[in-house]
């Protein structure tokens, strides 16, 4: 009997084990924010560890300015070490963390409409397929002046590889903006939290590089802003691991009964 019920557990761990990556893979973005503690989290670590992965996000513009309503601006994901990858999370975030602005989705992506902000603001994967590395990506800007715009990247190789975070190397703006931040929010707070990224970010820039090419406009940052996984999330993957889990046992535990 207890042979029987040794291995009948291996066969659940080993089941479960591989069923928490498929799942983080497959469906989707764990999370809603670019946070290594956040993302690091998520159903185990299935997206691996935070790590220098060589990818870089380039723009089609000179400017980090953004124009209310459009027009779109095209950013490009490359891979200079490694030329795949399997899941990404991207986002432009107002000075309160809602993401803002609109994604043209392409065959492979979808929209996470569940993340604080615009429905149509984040952008993620839809299966676990290995993508190109070398992907354009159209993000139109908030129909209103909502302020400086940090954009943010994770990009996840494998669960063995890991991920990377970049972030955009200084905010997105209105030229001549007259906006005011909402008198509600922690301005104090918002301001140290971007001046920090910044600062940790601004060792990886590379001013001679960036004059040489336009493009260049995201550095990989190692101390991103903290931000706590929304309940929605939460919700989301505990329900559905739940799911899959239980869809999973029944039969095991059934057969099992039947042999002892």
Not at 187 to 208: G, I, R
Request: charged share 10%.
């Amino acid at each position: 009997m207890r042979s029987i019920f040794h291995t009948g557990f291996l066969y659940i761990a080993a089941i479960l084990a591989f069923v928490t990556v498929a799942y983080a893979f497959s469906s989707g973005s764990g999370t809603c924010n670019a946070d290594q503690a956040t993302i690091e989290a998520v159903n185990n670590s299935p997206m691996g560890k935070k790590s220098d992965l060589g990818y870089s996000v380039s723009m089609s513009q000179d400017s980090h300015t953004y124009v209310p309503g459009g027009p779109a601006i095209q950013f490009t994901i490359t891979g200079t070490t490694i030329t795949t990858f399997k899941g990404i999370l991207f986002y432009g975030a107002d000075s309160s963390n809602n993401h803002v602005g609109q994604w043209t989705v392409s065959s492979g992506y979808k929209l996470m409409a569940n993340c604080p902000g615009d429905p149509q603001g984040t952008l993620t994967h839809n299966s676990a397929s290995d993508k190109p590395a070398n992907v354009t990506f159209n993000w139109t800007p908030p129909t209103t002046d909502v302020g400086p715009i940090t954009l943010n990247c994770v990009i996840c190789a494998s669960s063995e590889q890991g991920f990377q975070i970049i972030q955009s190397s200084q905010p997105f703006t209105v030229n001549g903006s007259t906006f005011v931040p909402p008198t509600s929010t922690n301005d104090a707070s918002s301001t140290n939290d971007a001046s920090s990224t910044n600062d940790a970010s601004s060792p990886n820039d590379n001013s001679s590089s960036t004059a040489a090419s336009k493009n260049s406009v995201t550095n990989s940052t190692n101390s991103p802003h903290p931000t706590a996984i929304s309940s929605a999330d939460s919700s989301r993957m505990s329900k559905s691991s739940f799911l899959i889990q239980l869809a999973l046992f029944v039969p095991l535990i059934v057969s099992l009964l039947k042999e002892f």
